[in-house]
């Protein structure tokens, strides 16, 4: 079985700070791991993913995670906040074991709100 | 660039009545996911096809149904509507490469 978990239900943080989501998962073989990011009322937006390589990941707006094995976390990180990045973020995972099928499982979701 | 397109964007029914949604994937995008989210909840994985064929099953209800055409487009059959069944539906597509890009999304109210 696989599962993540999202520790905080909101972060706030102040325009022009760091921000960090943080994210924990539990997969029986090897992850597969994503983050999305959702606005009221729209779809899922994919900002990056880690399968293999480099532990630190590079996506899209300015995001990044660091993939750690050990910790088994993935933790999302900006290091300046926009008040644009006020949204619902979400962290996913998939196994890499094929008998686990392709499905995606998300965590309860983090609400950012970044503040002028 | 093209992404999913899911039809239709908004849709009310009533108790016991039948729903069809529909998603069109990103165009070479092989795999189809549908994914069911509550008020205030994370997605939850329904089902999955992979060449038009059944390729994974998750909490799926035994009223709904899906299947992949040739086309490659697919649709969620839902029957006997429940209160319960009150959510934003996702289509999400993806390459050999995994990633599963999501549309906008069904919002369907059951009264």
């Known amino acids: 079985a696989q599962s993540v978990a999202q520790p905080e239900d909101q972060v706030n943080v102040a325009e022009g700070n760091p921000l960090t989501v943080k994210c924990t998962y539990s997969?029986?073989?090897?992850?597969?791991l994503f983050w999305y990011v959702q606005y009221p009322n729209r779809g899922l937006q994919f900002l990056l993913k880690y399968i293999t390589g480099d532990n630190l990941v590079k996506g899209s707006y300015g995001f990044e995670a660091e993939f750690n094995k050990s910790q088994t976390s993935f933790h999302l990180k900006k290091p300046s906040a926009l008040v644009s990045d006020s949204a619902l973020y979400f962290c996913a995972v998939r196994d890499m074991d094929k008998a686990a099928g392709n499905k995606l499982t998300f965590g309860g979701g983090t609400r950012v709100l970044v503040k002028p | 660039a093209a992404g999913v397109i899911q039809s239709p964007r908004h849709l009310i029914k009533e108790k016991r009545e039948t729903a069809t949604l529909k998603c069109y994937p990103i165009?070479?995008?092989?795999?189809v996911y549908w994914y069911q989210q509550g008020p205030g909840q994370d997605p939850q994985f329904l089902i999955s096809?992979?060449?038009?064929?059944?390729?994974d099953k998750g909490s799926i209800p035994d009223r709904f149904s899906a299947q992949q055409f040739s086309d490659y487009h697919s649709e969620l059959n839902m029957s006997s509507l429940e209160l319960g069944d009150s959510a934003l539906y996702f289509c999400?597509?993806?390459?050999?490469?995994?990633?599963?890009?999501f549309g906008p999304g069904t919002r369907l109210t059951v009264l």
């Open positions: 096809f992979y060449e038009k064929m059944q390729s």
């Open positions: 165009p070479r995008h092989d795999t």
């Open positions: 999400a597509s993806s390459p050999a490469s995994n990633t599963q890009y």
């Open positions: 997969v029986s073989g090897n992850p597969y």
